[in-house]
T-cell receptor, first 120, second 114 residues
Framework: DTGVSQDPRHKITKRGQNVTFRCDPISEHNRLYWYRQTLGQGPEFLTY????????KSRLLSDRFSAERPKGSFSTLEIQRTEQGDSAMYLC??????????????????FGPGTRLTVL | GNSVTQMEGPVTLSEEAFLTINCTYTATGYPSLFWYVQYPGEGLQLLLK?????DKGSNKGFEATYRKETTSFHLEKGSVQVSDSAVYFC?????????????FGSGTRLSIRP
């Protein structure tokens, strides 16, 4: 399977614990995105990387959240001192960057299956 | 800031009925517009897109036309099937805001009765 993969698919943790999720993008994609989806809502953007550089972060990404993409391939999203409000589906997506000189059309973002986090 | 508003669900229809899911947007500039679909137990998939005014996106019998004058991108299908049961998200990207992040609506759950 050459799509975006995420691990684990489900995580149950107790409030106050730290959790880490992993995303493996499509191999030739240089952009990687993290979104959060709460029940009954659409996904909300958290952050994105181009290669190993983190280029944008949403104000939703509090100090307890940190994302890395150290070698420009897979990425990790860590949540420290989890709270019940962190319970959500965490989605990863990847794409190619727009062509140099400006986008003529945005390249499609391909989404992974998500990691469902439940904080008790 | 940019935003997307879509018809609340759930929507329940009989097989072969006509489907419309309304979507309107607020954006500066000229964003690209999308419909994504999430089938039960699966990840988000791009259903169709339109990148400029008056473009019509189409796929699997679904269509949506980018209407700048009404800031709308309504999803339509002439004859739905049970297999179309899923959650549908209207979304936009670009304009004068970040060209990278996608802004999604809240989703519309569609159920089709045999």
């Amino acid at each position: 399977d050459t799509g975006v993969s995420q691990d684990p698919r489900h995580k149950i943790t107790k409030r106050g614990q730290n959790v880490t999720f992993r995303c493996d993008p499509i191999s030739e994609h240089n952009r990687l995105y993290w979104y959060r989806q709460t029940l009954g809502q659409g996904p909300e953007f958290l952050t994105y990387f181009q290669n190993e550089a983190q280029l944008e972060k949403s104000r939703l990404l509090s100090d307890r959240f940190s994302a890395e993409r150290p070698k420009g391939s897979f990425s990790t999203l860590e949540i420290q001192r989890t709270e019940q409000g962190d319970s959500a589906m965490y989605l990863c997506a990847s794409s190619l960057a727009e062509l140099a000189g400006g986008p003529t059309a945005p390249n499609e973002q391909f989404f992974g299956p998500g990691t469902r986090l439940t904080v008790l | 800031g940019n935003s997307v508003t879509q018809m609340e669900g759930p929507v329940t229809l009989s097989e072969e009925a006509f489907l419309t899911i309304n979507c309107t947007y607020t954006a500066t500039g000229y964003p690209s517009l999308f419909w994504y679909v999430q089938y039960p137990g699966e990840g988000l998939q791009l259903l169709l897109k339109a990148t400029k005014a008056d473009d019509k996106g189409s796929n699997k019998g679904f269509e949506a036309t980018y209407r700048k004058e009404t800031t709308s991108f309504h999803l339509e299908k002439g004859s739905v099937q049970v297999s179309d049961s899923a959650v549908y998200f209207c979304a936009l990207r670009g304009g004068y805001s970040s060209a990278s992040k996608i802004i999604f609506g809240s989703g519309t759950r569609l159920s089709i009765r045999p």
